[in-house]
């Protein structure tokens, strides 16, 4: 990754890293470091005694056992007793790792994530398991025990520049750890990479390489992006531990299109195109201050920020799919009943619209996750699609080629308002969040997407995402969107109710009817 003053991926000269406040944070953050050494000790000489006695001790058992191991699995081997090993050591100093979205999961995968501290490729091996090889520095530069049993783990190390090619020659060039993580990829294993390829010491977002977009086309492997939260206050440097939580948020998966040549090497727009496209899903889940000023300034979007029910969707998409799996038997018809009964409560003006989802979405307690999803997209392909406004789809595709980024907030449910992102190419979706317990659903929520808490997920949004709601656009049809519509510079009523209509009107802004 390039250093400050370094030309960039995409060619441009890049701006000095740090400005004055950064420099001033810098002080700052080392001051917090140098205040804080004393309490850090104790867990400091934890994590060294309990590495190295784990590691001492386990080594000549481990190197006994693999003997009566098939040499294609000794590296297999050699990784689950790492997870074991950083398993029990994160449990001895009460650290936890908090996973996010581990829907997303799945194999064989490439899982690209920010690197905020020295132990992020294990977090990340912990949480995904023994089918994942680690691509890291050269090997030499860690601590000589560690980098032995790193060998044995089948890591693929690079040497990143001219520097690591005199420091460490032993290490892989691009070209042959690129191809040895093709090799692995093939033959079904994951890979977890960190872009940025150091840690930066402000632990900021830094440039990307574009080594995991080179690895992903050659070998044509999804990636999964994966933003790291807290670590590097965990794990303020290699000697140092304090306990808390981690967070890891995996995102949706980028697929790469199924037309999309497999020339080895990739050309140079196709790799920059992709590297562009893995940074943004990182930051999408990342707080504001992992992102420095001047990258949120080089990136500052215009976002598309667009409702579903009533605005692209005939009528509401949720009930659709509550009627249609009552009529695939599906859900009992008592469940069934009590929506319609709450239903008719709401217009009735008995219970709030936000009462009426909490209850409805009870239907769905004891839904195994993998079977809802089927089951949603099934609807979707079967159901839904014969109400979709076709003609709002012009209007997006307007947006997409101004690169715009196009995002969905919604009430329904994250399973299907998925559908509709891939439907329409969307960046992401900003929706209801339904609580899982071992896979299965409980009929609560953990995000109700609704008036004031959309408004809210938009903000946060944005400034994840770095985009400029002052040139923003948002479309929506009822008087509850109110909220976020009136956060974006250009908001459109499409098929208003009447109290939006009116807000519309009194506060001039545009308004469509019947885009079909």
């Known amino acids: 990754m390039p250093e400050a003053g370094r030309p960039s991926a995409a060619g ?28 850090q000790h104790f867990h400091s000489l934890m994590l060294n005694f309990d590495l190295g006695l784990l590691i001492l001790v386990l080594l000549p058992f481990v190197l006994f056992i693999e003997q009566f191991v ?13 997870v074991w090993v950083i398993k029990a050591v994160f449990n001895l100093n009460n650290i936890k790792t908090i996973v996010r979205n581990q829907h997303n999961i799945f194999s064989p995968a490439i899982y690209a994530s920010n690197h905020p501290s020295h132990m992020d490729g ?27 049993w790193m060998k044995k783990m089948e890591t693929v190390d690079v040497r990143r520049d001219p520097v690591d090619d005199e420091r460490y020659p032993k290490g892989h060039s691009k070209q042959q750890a690129i191809e040895l993580a093709i090799k692995f990829l093939r033959a079904g294993k994951n890979l977890i990479i960190f872009p940025e390829g150091h840690i930066e010491i402000l632990h900021v977002l830094h440039y990307f390489h574009t080594g995991a977009a080179r690895i992903a086309l050659g070998s044509h492997t999804d990636i999964i992006p994966v933003s790291i939260v807290n670590a590097e206050r965990v794990f303020p440097d290699q000697h140092h531990l304090t306990p808390g939580s981690i967070i890891l948020s995996f995102g949706e998966r980028l697929s790469l299109p199924k037309n999309l040549s497999q020339e080895f090497p990739p050309n140079k727009t196709t790799v920059h195109q992709w590297q562009n496209n893995i940074e943004s899903a990182i930051v999408e889940h990342l707080p504001v201050r992992y992102l420095p000023n001047y990258y949120q300034e080089k990136n500052k979007r215009v976002g598309v920020f667009v409702d579903i029910d009533r605005t692209m969707y005939e009528g509401l998409s949720q009930k659709d799919l509550i009627s249609y799996l009552f009529w695939l038997h599906q859900i009992p018809a008592k469940s069934a009943f009590k929506v319609a009964y709450w239903l008719f409560l709401e217009k009735l003006h008995k219970i709030q619209h936000a009462d009426l989802m909490r209850k409805a979405l009870l239907v769905l307690k004891g839904w195994d996750v993998a079977e809802l999803n089927k089951a949603v997209h099934e609807t979707f392909e079967h159901k839904l699609l014969k109400n979709i406004q076709y003609g709002f789809f012009p209007l997006l595709k307007d947006h997409s080629e101004l690169n715009h980024t196009i995002v969905l907030v919604s009430e329904v449910i994250h399973p299907l308002a998925r559908e509709f ?11 209801t969040r339904l609580q899982t317990v071992h896979h299965c659903y409980t009929g609560e929520t953990t995000c109700l997407c609704y008036k004031e808490q959309k408004a809210r997920l938009v903000q946060n949004f944005a400034k994840r995402a770095n985009i400029d709601l002052n040139k923003s656009y948002a479309f929506a049809d009822s008087s509850s969107d109110v909220p976020f519509l009136q956060l974006v510079k250009y908001p459109t009523a499409v098929n208003p109710d009447d109290q939006l209509l009116n807000y519309a009107v009194d506060h001039d802004w545009q308004v469509i009817l019947n885009p079909n």
């Open 12 to 39: 441009e000269q890049s701006p000095t890293c740090f400005a004055v406040s950064d420099k001033k944070l810098y002080n700052e953050i080392n001051m917090d470091k140098i205040n804080s050494r004393k309490l």
């Open 421 to 431: 992102k891939n439907l329409v190419h969307a960046k992401s979706s900003l929706d």
């Open 122 to 148: 294990f977090l990340v091996l912990t949480t995904l398991g023994s089918d994942s090889i680690l691509f890291t520095a050269p090997l030499q530069q860690f601590n000589w025990l560690l980098a032995i």
């Open 70 to 82: 098939k040499p294609k699995n000794r590296g297999k081997l050699w990784r689950r007793v790492a």
